[in-house]
């Protein structure tokens, strides 16, 4: 029976199947010690979930696991870059196996299942906490940023936006879920708690894709951060936004109600990116191979900000909850 910091290290955290090549020393010395491949850079990243703000205090620890880890390989999708090693830094308030057994079995599964590698932390008590860095390596100078943005280039999304929304509502309002079919709110709901990081479409961006992110906070607050690193303008056109049939039943068939969660749904783990109009045939062949859909939702244009079109046109309805959604060259 594991009792102190260092049983549970060894009886949890060291007790991954996937073993990486690259890794020289993994968990139990001072330092991990990694080999970066010749021309390649490493992608970092970090991101903490605490509970009560993140996450309830108790909820599912497997679920808990997949979120922090997701988000994380998210952000190094985000940037085409290709996961490879990961820190875990956790804040228990008691050494609780029952929490830590499912935790540990949620994250390897999806660490295996994209190749990454824990390699070392830090485990304290304290109130309940999870800070993960995640490494990725990327070619030399192809990684995606912000920044990358031309006028004229299309502004494309992965998946269906909106679902991640309508799930979190169904998870916090269960007795509203029943007038919906069984299907349908464990399909929204998933996608909600177990969104896939769409690593392979970042690893294929690489080369085509002018600028890129990750969808955390919504596609029109997330958006600007392109037109704001890249120094342009985006238009976005509510009409292109993808929309899934389950969302559109969510919203009764209000179309204009599911283009508003599209437009405002967070932690979808979609990759929203930009191109230009030249690479549409290789951004065709490049994501072919991913099983994932895409879809134009917008252009880039000379100026600052974003505004928001419905067939071109200006935006009539005003969106909810979102006073400074339009922002006009300034
Ligand atoms: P130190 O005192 O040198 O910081 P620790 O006692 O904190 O070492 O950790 C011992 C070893 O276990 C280190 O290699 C560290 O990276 C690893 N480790 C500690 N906590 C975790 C964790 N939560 N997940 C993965 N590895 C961990
Ligand atoms: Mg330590």
């Not at 679920?63 to 999708?77: P, Q, R």
């Not at 985000?78 to 804040?91: I, N, R």
Request: with cysteine; glycine share 8%.
């Amino acid at each position: 029976m594991a009792k102190n910091e260092f049983d549970i290290i060894k009886h949890y955290f060291a007790q991954q199947q996937l073993q990486r090549d690259d890794v020289a020393l993994a968990i139990g010395d001072d330092c991990a010690l990694v080999n970066v491949p010749a021309d390649y850079s490493v992608a970092v990243s970090t991101d903490s979930l605490v509970a009560g703000t993140h996450f309830l205090a108790d909820a599912d620890p497997a679920s808990v696991a997949y979120k922090a880890l997701a988000s994380n390989l998210s952000d190094l999708a985000a940037m085409g870059a290709t996961p490879a090693w990961v820190s875990l830094a956790l804040t228990l308030p008691t050494i609780d196996e029952a929490w830590l057994a499912p935790f540990c079995h949620s994250f390897f599964e999806l660490a295996n299942q994209y190749n990454i590698q824990l390699i070392g932390g830090d485990t304290t008590k304290g109130p309940l906490s999870i800070t993960l860095t995640v490494q990725g390596l990327v070619p030399r100078g192809q990684a995606l940023t912000r920044r990358g943005a031309q006028v004229g280039d299309d502004v494309y999304v992965t998946g269906d936006l909106g679902d991640s929304a309508a799930g979190l509502a169904l998870i916090l309002n269960q007795s509203s879920s029943q007038q919906y079919s069984a299907n349908l709110v464990t399909t929204l709901v998933d996608r909600h708690f177990k969104a896939q990081p769409r690593v392979n479409v970042g690893e294929a961006l690489r080369g085509i894709a002018s600028a890129a992110l990750d969808i955390s906070d919504g596609v029109i607050a997330d958006v600007k951060h392109i037109a704001q690193g890249s120094e342009v303008a985006i238009d976005i056109d509510v009409e292109q936004l993808p929309l899934s049939a389950e969302l559109l039943a969510f919203c009764g068939e209000d179309r204009q109600r599911a283009q508003q969660l599209a437009l405002t749904s967070g932690e979808e783990y979609e990759l929203c990116f930009t191109a230009s109009v030249a690479n549409r045939d290789a951004l065709k062949a490049a994501l072919a191979h991913t099983n994932v859909k895409y879809s134009c939702i917008g252009k880039v244009k000379a100026g600052s900000g974003l505004s928001l079109l419905q067939l071109g046109k200006p935006l009539t309805w005003q969106l909810s909850g979102w006073d400074h959604f339009v922002e006009t060259n300034n």
